[in-house]
């Protein structure tokens, strides 16, 4: 059964270093999203991403952010400069047709935790 | 007032019993709503999504929302123990890309 898988599946670092956090979708999926769940928290929506650029994002999703799809596999999370809030599991999902905010059908990856000291 | 409340539990139930999870929102632009359930150290998986008020069954789960009263029910009918997981409710507005989750709640089924 085709699955999102994330990698790392743990990261440590650094207050101020910059994280990347990878993602490969499904592979015949066209929108792709990041979602974070600070522990003990409600996941809680980043960014989605279709066509090659940002289709919707949330407050959360400022500056420090940024998302890209470097080749046709990958989609990536890129976080500058972490601060120890940023502190979380972050997952992936994936949609075919876009309509994962209709019908809920967004495929989940195992999620990254990202542990910032 | 949050835009979605869920009851964070934790609810133990015993196997064969009869569970109710609930989730009240404030924004009433929702108008799909998303159960989905999640194991321990896995992403969330959709078990049902429903759309405008009413009630939608599959097997042992059935959904049902209420928009009247902003008001959405999963019950799961002969619980067993592979049912223990966290159970969180979504929603989304028309239109938009982003699901607004709940905190989900934490259900054990007891053999």
């Known amino acids: 059964e085709p699955e999102v898988t994330q990698t790392p599946s743990h990261q440590v670092t650094q207050m101020g270093q910059e994280v990347i956090l990878r993602c490969v979708p499904i592979s015949n999926h066209l929108y792709f999203y990041w979602y974070r769940q600070i522990l003990g928290q409600k996941v809680e929506f980043l960014v989605s991403?279709?066509?090659?650029?940002?289709?919707?994002k949330s407050e959360i999703f400022d500056d420090q952010f940024s998302v890209e799809r470097p080749d046709g596999s990958n989609f990536t999370l890129k976080i500058r400069s972490t601060k120890l809030e940023d502190s979380a599991m972050y997952f992936c999902a994936s949609s075919h047709l876009g309509q994962g905010a209709r019908t809920g059908e967004l495929f989940f990856g195992e999620g990254s935790r990202l542990t910032v000291l | 007032q949050k835009e979605v409340e869920q009851d964070p539990g934790p609810l133990s139930v015993p196997e064969g019993a009869i569970v109710s999870l609930n989730c009240t929102y404030s924004?009433?632009?929702?108008?799909?709503f998303m159960w989905y359930r999640q194991y321990s150290r896995k992403g969330p998986e959709l078990l049902m999504y429903t759309y405008s008020s009413g009630n939608k069954e599959d097997g042992r789960f059935t959904a049902q929302v209420d928009k009247s009263s902003k008001y959405i029910s999963l019950f799961i009918r002969d619980s067993q123990p592979s049912d223990s997981a966290t159970y969180l409710c979504a929603m989304s507005v028309f239109g938009n890309e982003k699901l607004t989750f709940g905190t989900g709640t934490r259900l054990t089924i007891i053999p």
């Open positions: 924004n009433s632009a929702f108008q799909y």
């Open positions: 991403f279709y066509n090659n650029e940002i289709s919707e």
